[in-house]
Structures are given as C-alpha cells and as structure tokens.
C-alpha cells in the first residue's frame, strides 16, 4: 500500500509562485512514476506532469513552460513549482504515484490552489 501526503497549497496572486511538496511512504520502489495531476470544478482531472525513475517525464505541452516537476528518490518525494500563476491555474492538484509494470495508480488527497486577487 502506497500513501500520498501533499503540501504547499493555498492562496496565491496571480503571477504569484507556489511549490507543491508530495511525500510518498509504504511500499516504494524506484521504478515507480511519480507526478502530478489538477482537477477544477466542472472539469476533467488532467495531466500536469510525471516523472519516472530513470528522469524521464511526460507533461503537458501547455503547462511546461511554467511548471517544472523535480524527484528526490531518496526521499520518495516529488516537487511541482509553479510559477506565473493564472486565475484558470485555480484547482485541486492531486499526487501521483504509477505502478509501471501494470499501471494502477495511488492518488493524495489534494491540495487546494487558489490564484486570485
């Protein structure tokens, strides 16, 4: 069993940076994908970006450019700065880890991020 603690959410202006902090612990292994998803009201849970252990990621093209991921596999951690934040950045952003050889999924609770003046 694999659980997912996120940190870092909260109120932002726009323009504004936050850097979302996702700690992973039970049964870890390195070969495990790492990442994060947003979900806003009324719409899809999407992809913002994912790493796996050997460094290589998958992300969204429209997000890339100010979102960067980063991995501490020591610490089964992972990291989403954000900056230049909009208004439509305003979502839940959840954690996620992915089971590589058969592609379950474990999920955090979510953390609010909220871009408003």
């Known amino acids: 069993q694999v659980q997912l603690v996120e940190s870092g959410g909260g109120l932002v202006q726009p323009g504004g940076s936050l850097r979302l902090s996702c700690a992973a612990s039970g049964t870890i292994l390195s070969s495990f994908s790492m990442g994060w998803f947003r979900q806003a009201p009324g719409k899809e849970r999407e992809l913002i970006e994912r790493v796996a252990s050997d460094g290589s990621k998958t992300y969204a093209d429209s997000l890339k450019d100010r979102f960067t991921i980063s991995r501490d596999n020591a610490k089964n951690t992972v990291y989403l700065q954000m900056n230049s934040l909009k208004p439509e950045d305003t979502a839940v952003y959840y954690c996620?880890?992915?089971?590589?050889?058969?592609?379950?999924?474990?999920w955090g609770q979510g953390t609010q991020v909220t871009v408003s003046s």
């Open positions: 996620n880890v992915r089971v590589n050889t058969n592609g379950f999924d474990y």
